[in-house]
């Protein structure tokens, strides 16, 4: 008898602060994944509107969403909230998707299958692509190709030319 395929978790960290306008297309973005075994850090940062108990309600509803923040509910900011969640992560690999963005629904899937198939790669990642705040697309597409980097800062060094310039976009990343 053939043993079953075992997915690896993806942890997805979503840093969320006052964006309750946007947090329920982040949220359902990652629940309409193809790629369903993955776990849904949403880290509140202090919020003041109606985000924290929009989570939470999110988290009632699906046991892959948990809902955390900092003691006191307090705004820490957004490295103490990315420094919550990967202490959080039960995750082989990953993901930032901040409350303001919103995944493709085969992302997860794809960069994961890039990942087991280059098991020397430390990360993946692809373009974004901005929307304006009614969710329409904007034009602008974010992030660059390994090529264009090293050319754009005439170096033979990659992790150089990301480190210098950031040509990858945090929510395009996932990371083992």
Do not use: W
Request: aromatic fraction near 6%; charged fraction near 20%.
């Amino acid at each position: 008898m053939k043993a079953p395929v075992v997915e690896p978790l993806v942890t997805v960290c979503m840093p969320s602060y006052n964006y309750g306008r946007f947090l329920s297309h982040a949220v359902e973005s990652v629940l309409a994944q193809t790629y369903s075994n993955f776990e849904l850090l949403v880290v509140d940062n202090g919020s003041s509107d109606d985000s924290h108990q929009m989570a939470r309600s999110f988290a009632a509803r699906d046991p892959r969403v948990q809902v955390l923040t900092h003691p006191g509910h307090a705004n820490r900011g957004v490295n103490a909230s990315l420094n919550l969640g990967l202490a959080n992560a039960s995750g082989a690999y990953f993901g930032l998707l901040p409350a303001d963005d919103m995944y493709m629904p085969d992302g997860l899937e794809r960069r994961v299958a890039l990942l087991e198939s280059a098991p020397d790669s430390g990360l993946v990642y692809g373009l974004s692509q901005t929307l304006v705040e009614d969710g329409r697309p904007s034009g602008h597409i974010g992030g660059r190709g390994p090529e264009e980097m090293l050319l754009h800062d005439d170096t033979s060094d990659l992790l150089e030319a990301i480190l210098f310039h950031d040509f990858v976009p945090g929510a395009a990343m996932l990371a083992r």
